[in-house]
């Protein structure tokens, strides 16, 4: 074994001894969850005939009204006894949870100090009972009692409030992939390339599947078969939404586009290519020469001379400030001699040389100062982003620092 | 000492702004932050609309610039839920989404109880297509935004059931971390249609756009300086925000940025006094 790989092993395994300690004797990466349950039911009018709704494209725009009501919040349906409506379709229960690591960490700490056990805070009802019985033998005092009982009160209403392995395992898996992205930094590794092959994965699989479901499904089939989508893909889509068939085409440049993979006339593909190609450029040309370039050009007409009027309190123009007149008038005198000098030096039909050179070099000198203040902000762009990962590693992950 | 550091390996550069930037995380380093006329103006033009007003939130970034743009997201939510304005929801990148929940449904939900999804915030999800998407909207939002990000139909939405476009929005407020994002609402909602547009960007993009102020942006908050400008803007004035430690991320990551950036200046001057040594011994570069 060579020094090198003697010193990574050693760091490796006093890293790894550290973190298991840490881990059985801190609250480290633990992810506590609180659970919604949502229950519902299309409600629907009543006089409408008993067998479900069974919307088609034909009959859309007849279709009645419906609702959907959560079971959760209005168990009984009250809203439904009047007899006006009637229950059409239910939904199966699901559970939804959401990290309250940040209230429920503080209040097991307060246990902790309190020598109480901390993982009674899971069950507010009875670590109120524990509270009282260390009260009655006088392990904590009144003033202890009371804010240790108002802090897990709080908690109480939650429905459900538990450790979630879940997703503690998912802070271990971000932990491991920015250590193992950050390695890169020493030098090419194994664990880097599995990280990078994972993200890459990850986000193509991502983006195709929300394309499927906000582009394929939302903006063509809901469109084309609204009716057949709302019985399976979308069931909050409107009753009377009607099918719109001008949607057909870009269907057909989606079969167009897809040609390509076939063994022959793959040529096809060139056709909707060329007009989402046109498209584009006609759009962009547009927002840009209005924006842009008349915009711009509108904006940069600015007044060298800028009077800075004094207001009084009651709204009475008291006179002109002299320093803030010269300042308003410098920057925009700046302003100005800036773009000038700038277009000059991207105005290759004349040489630079004499006043144009001059002017040219001047406006070097002022794209210089924006290259700088462009790469202040991207030192502070590339910091920030550092800091956050850290404030992870050191806060959701160590338990170092409070959580973010 | 002129070949040690000549020769340094860069990785050591790396351990040093690591260094520079975890330790004033682990010892919770802060300053306390002045805000600037640009901040100023951004929040007055939120704070001038009636309440109620409906304001866009566009959510145009994703997990890899979070730590700049999330905390301004999560600052804009809450002034804006401070005004009781009617929030609408939308990402043109794919990953903008989730950035809705955490940055936006999240804080609603947690913070601001009262606000009812459907009625005063409603999250109409992503949509592909860039700028094409704005072109459509601008004149026919339920064309594109047929359901919401839940599936439920645009016109059963309650607080969407009179909107037509995005010209009926009093204010487009625009995160974006790239394109599509800030420069896309300017030039095909802003400009064209005179839609009022304040901005959160990344400071890679910032120096861009800020040509656009103030005729066709109010206001610009670049980088994490211009977030943490904004949340001392909502403490001043929200006292309550002020006790809220997840509304003081931005500020937080100021004190990294302080040593990271002197870090960055001694580095620079270093390998000048370094450059001009090798020149005067005849070294070449």
């Given at each position: 074994?060579?020094?090198?790989?003697?010193?990574?092993?050693?760091?490796?395994?006093?890293?790894?001894?550290?973190?298991?300690?840490?881990?059985?004797?801190?609250?480290?990466?633990?992810?506590?969850?609180?659970?919604?349950?949502?229950?519902?039911?299309?409600?629907?009018?009543?006089?409408?005939?008993?067998?479900?709704?069974?919307?088609?494209?034909?009959?859309?725009?007849?279709?009645?009204?419906?609702?959907?009501?959560?079971?959760?919040?209005?168990?009984?349906?009250?809203?439904?006894?009047?007899?006006?409506?009637?229950?059409?379709?239910?939904?199966?229960?699901?559970?939804?949870?959401?990290?309250?690591?940040?209230?429920?960490?503080?209040?097991?700490?307060?246990?902790?100090?309190?020598?109480?056990?901390?993982?009674?805070?899971?069950?507010?009802?009875?670590?109120?009972?524990?509270?009282?019985?260390?009260?009655?033998?006088?392990?904590?005092?009144?003033?202890?009692?009371?804010?240790?009982s108002m802090r897990v009160g709080a908690l109480e209403r939650?429905?459900?409030?538990?450790?979630?392995?879940?997703?503690?395992?998912?802070?271990?898996?971000?932990?491991?992939?920015?250590?193992?992205?950050?390695?890169?930094?020493?030098?090419?590794?194994?664990?880097?390339?599995?990280?990078?092959?994972?993200?890459?994965?990850?986000?193509?699989?991502?983006?195709?599947?929300?394309?499927?479901?906000?582009?394929?499904?939302?903006?063509?089939?809901?469109?084309?078969?609204?009716?057949?989508?709302?019985?399976?893909?979308?069931?909050?889509?409107?009753?009377?939404?009607?099918?719109?068939?001008?949607?057909?085409?870009?269907?057909?440049?989606?079969?167009?586009?897809?040609?390509?993979?076939?063994?022959?006339?793959?040529?096809?593909?060139?056709?909707?290519?060329a007009f989402f190609i046109g498209v584009t450029a006609g759009?962009?040309?547009?927002?840009?020469?209005?924006?842009?370039?008349?915009?711009?050009?509108?904006?940069?007409?600015?007044?060298?001379?800028?009077?800075?009027?004094?207001?009084?309190?009651?709204?009475?123009?008291?006179?002109?400030?002299?320093?803030?007149?010269?300042?308003?008038?410098?920057?925009?005198?700046?302003?100005?001699?800036?773009?000038?000098?700038?277009?000059?030096?991207?105005?290759?039909?004349?040489?630079?040389?004499?006043?144009?050179?001059?002017?040219?070099?001047?406006?070097?000198?002022?794209?210089?100062?924006?290259?700088?203040?462009?790469?202040?902000?991207?030192?502070?762009?590339?910091?920030?982003?550092?800091?956050?990962?850290?404030?992870?590693?050191?806060?959701?992950?160590?338990?170092?620092?409070?959580?973010? | 000492?002129?070949?040690?550091?000549?020769?340094?390996?860069?990785?050591?550069?790396?351990?040093?702004?690591?260094?520079?930037?975890?330790?004033?995380?682990?010892?919770?380093?802060?300053?306390?932050?002045?805000?600037?006329?640009?901040?100023?103006?951004?929040?007055?033009?939120?704070?001038?609309?009636?309440?109620?007003?409906?304001?866009?939130?566009?959510?145009?970034?994703?997990?890899?610039?979070?730590?700049?743009?999330?905390?301004?997201?999560?600052?804009?939510?809450?002034?804006?839920?401070?005004?009781?304005?009617?929030?609408?929801?939308?990402?043109?990148?794919?990953?903008?989404?989730?950035?809705?929940?955490?940055?936006?449904?999240?804080?609603?939900?947690?913070?601001?109880?009262?606000?009812?999804?459907?009625?005063?915030?409603?999250?109409?999800?992503?949509?592909?297509?860039?700028?094409?998407?704005?072109?459509?909207?601008?004149?026919?939002?339920?064309?594109?935004?047929?359901?919401?990000?839940?599936?439920?139909?645009?016109?059963?939405?309650?607080?969407?059931?009179?909107?037509?476009?995005?010209?009926?929005?009093?204010?487009?407020?625009?995160?974006?971390?790239?394109?599509?994002?800030?420069?896309?609402?300017?030039?095909?909602?802003?400009?064209?249609?005179?839609?009022?547009?304040?901005?959160?960007?990344?400071?890679?993009?910032?120096?861009?756009?800020?040509?656009?102020?103030?005729?066709?942006?109010?206001?610009?908050?670049?980088?994490?300086?211009?977030?943490?400008?904004?949340?001392?803007?909502?403490?001043?004035?929200?006292?309550?925000?002020?006790?809220?430690?997840?509304?003081?991320?931005?500020?937080?990551?100021?004190?990294?940025?302080?040593?990271?950036?002197?870090?960055?200046?001694?580095?620079?001057?270093?390998?000048?006094?370094?450059?001009?040594?090798?020149?005067?011994?005849?070294?070449?570069?």
């Open positions: 074994m060579n020094r090198e790989k003697l010193i990574w092993t050693i760091i490796f395994v006093i890293g790894v001894g550290a973190l298991g300690w840490r881990f059985f004797t801190t609250n480290m990466s633990m992810t506590y969850v609180a659970g919604t349950d949502y229950e519902f039911v299309e409600v629907g009018p009543a006089q409408s005939s008993d067998a479900p709704a069974q919307p088609s494209d034909k009959d859309a725009k007849t279709e009645p009204e419906t609702r959907w009501v959560n079971l959760a919040e209005d168990p009984d349906l009250k809203e439904v006894q009047s007899g006006q409506e009637k229950v059409i379709k239910k939904l199966e229960p699901w559970t939804t949870y959401r990290d309250i690591s940040m209230e429920v960490l503080p209040i097991q700490s307060a246990f902790k100090s309190a020598g109480l056990d901390p993982s009674l805070v899971l069950d507010p009802v009875d670590a109120k009972r524990q509270i009282d019985v260390a009260a009655q033998d006088g392990l904590i005092n009144d003033t202890q009692k009371t804010d240790l939650y429905p459900e409030v538990g450790l979630s392995w879940q997703r503690t395992l998912g802070v271990w898996i971000a932990a491991f992939f920015t250590l193992a992205i950050m390695s890169f930094l020493y030098r090419d590794n194994p664990f880097y390339k599995v990280a990078e092959a994972v993200v890459i994965g990850a986000s193509a699989g991502y983006v195709m599947v929300a394309g499927f479901w906000t582009t394929f499904v939302k903006n063509l089939l809901v469109v084309l078969f609204p009716g057949a989508m709302r019985e399976s893909l979308v069931p909050g889509l409107k009753a009377d939404q009607a099918p719109d068939y001008i949607y057909i085409i870009p269907l057909i440049m989606i079969v167009l586009l897809l040609w390509r993979l076939a063994p022959k006339g793959g040529w096809i593909s060139r056709w909707p290519l759009f962009r040309l547009i927002g840009y020469l209005e924006a842009d370039f008349l915009g711009q050009i509108a904006a940069g007409v600015i007044p060298l001379y800028v009077p800075v009027e004094v207001v009084s309190a009651s709204g009475t123009v008291e006179g002109v400030s002299a320093w803030l007149t010269i300042w308003a008038s410098f920057s925009n005198i700046v302003i100005t001699l800036a773009t000038l000098t700038g277009l000059v030096y991207f105005f290759f039909s004349v040489e630079h040389r004499g006043i144009v050179g001059r002017t040219a070099k001047v406006g070097i000198w002022f794209l210089m100062v924006a290259f700088g203040a462009m790469f202040g902000f991207t030192v502070m762009g590339r910091i920030a982003l550092l800091s956050q990962r850290l404030e992870f590693m050191f806060g959701n992950w160590l338990d170092l620092i409070q959580r973010i | 000492m002129y070949q040690f550091l000549k020769n340094l390996d860069r990785r050591w550069v790396f351990l040093l702004m690591g260094l520079a930037v975890a330790i004033p995380i682990l010892t919770n380093l802060t300053f306390p932050e002045e805000t600037s006329p640009m901040v100023k103006d951004i929040y007055q033009a939120i704070e001038d609309l009636p309440d109620g007003s409906r304001i866009l939130m566009a959510y145009d970034y994703d997990p890899g610039s979070m730590g700049e743009l999330q905390p301004m997201a999560k600052a804009f939510t809450r002034q804006c839920a401070e005004k009781n304005h009617k929030l609408y929801y939308m990402a043109l990148w794919p990953l903008g989404e989730p950035m809705i929940d955490i940055a936006g449904a999240r804080i609603l939900m947690e913070e601001y109880p009262h606000y009812k999804y459907g009625e005063d915030y409603v999250n109409l999800g992503f949509k592909p297509g860039a700028e094409a998407v704005i072109t459509v909207i601008v004149t026919d939002l339920p064309k594109l935004f047929i359901t919401d990000q839940q599936g439920t139909s645009f016109n059963d939405i309650p607080m969407c059931r009179n909107i037509r476009n995005i010209q009926q929005m009093d204010l487009i407020v625009s995160i974006s971390a790239g394109d599509p994002g800030t420069k896309q609402w300017v030039q095909y909602a802003g400009t064209p249609y005179d839609i009022p547009i304040v901005a959160g960007v990344t400071g890679v993009q910032a120096t861009q756009l800020v040509a656009y102020i103030p005729d066709q942006l109010i206001g610009l908050l670049g980088a994490i300086k211009g977030a943490a400008e904004y949340e001392q803007i909502l403490d001043d004035n929200f006292p309550h925000i002020n006790d809220n430690p997840d509304a003081q991320e931005a500020k937080k990551r100021m004190g990294p940025q302080l040593v990271g950036h002197a870090l960055m200046v001694a580095l620079i001057i270093l390998g000048n006094i370094l450059y001009f040594v090798g020149r005067r011994r005849g070294e070449e570069r």
